[in-house]
């Protein structure tokens, strides 16, 4: 029997780290993503291992085929149950006043990153039991917010490609995951979270919690006979359904 193993990308931080814990507890192997090793990932390893659990810091830039690669050749297992492309990144504009190089960044990042990733392991999931993928979408991919224009059609690339990976390969189950407002620390410190304003426009008049998404991630790659394939599953409390104010 082998161990189960995820490989999740952007483990320095808020919904990242919350998956890696989450994974920790539930008996998995967890290989942790970050671009450079810092004190945030290497304290997630030793809480991880504090509480019994197992893993190994990947450091490779998703957006860098080579780094992958090199990357790849650290993976000491020979099988991979869960990956889960949730590294990303977000900068705010107006659609007309993003720069090409924004743009190439958001799109490198948020979609070929993950492509990326997924093409390196591919031949791995597909050999493994019940292999899973999770890609971290967001409702902005589903109901573009304004501000956000290059990082929403990134979003949206993203759903729409695990749709299509979900057609192609039959031994792998797809989803995406898209997140609402998130309580992340970072959120949390700006000074609007603490304005009750905020939440009039989510039904559920609060933020998701990373704790929640990676108890879905669970859900979704520990459920192997969940009759839901090549689906994005919105997490956001109502907010996609609400009017525009």
Not at 149 to 178: D, H
Not at 200 to 218: Q, S, Y
Request: net charge positive.
């Amino acid at each position: 029997m082998h161990e189960r193993t995820a490989l999740v990308t952007g483990c320095s931080r808020g919904i990242g780290m919350a998956i890696c814990r989450k994974l920790a507890v539930t008996g998995f192997y967890i290989y942790m993503n970050c671009r450079k090793k810092n004190d945030n990932i290497e304290g997630l390893l030793s809480e991880i291992i504090s509480i019994g659990g197992k893993g190994k810091i990947l450091e490779f830039d998703i957006r860098d085929k080579d780094q992958i690669q090199k990357a790849r050749k650290k993976f000491i297992h020979d099988n991979i149950n869960l990956l889960v492309n949730n590294a990303g990144i977000l900068k705010d504009n107006l659609l007309y006043e993003v720069e090409l190089d924004s743009w190439n960044d958001i799109i490198q990042t948020n979609f070929f990153g993950a492509v990326s990733v997924f093409d390196e392991w591919k031949s791995i999931l597909l050999k493994s039991d019940n292999p899973v993928v999770i890609n971290i979408g967001s409702i902005s991919g589903v109901r573009p917010r304004k501000g956000q224009g290059a990082y929403s059609v990134s979003k949206a690339m993203i759903i729409e490609w695990t749709k299509q990976q979900a057609l192609v390969y039959k031994g792998i189950r797809f989803y995406v995951i898209s997140p609402g407002p998130v309580a992340t620390d970072m959120i949390k410190s700006a000074p609007w979270y603490t304005d009750p304003g905020s939440f009039k426009r989510i039904p559920l008049a609060r933020f998701t919690e990373p704790e929640e998404i990676a108890g879905l991630i669970h859900l979704l790659a520990d459920n192997v006979h969940l009759f839901i394939n090549g689906t994005n599953i919105i997490f956001d409390g109502g907010f996609t359904q609400t009017i525009k104010e």
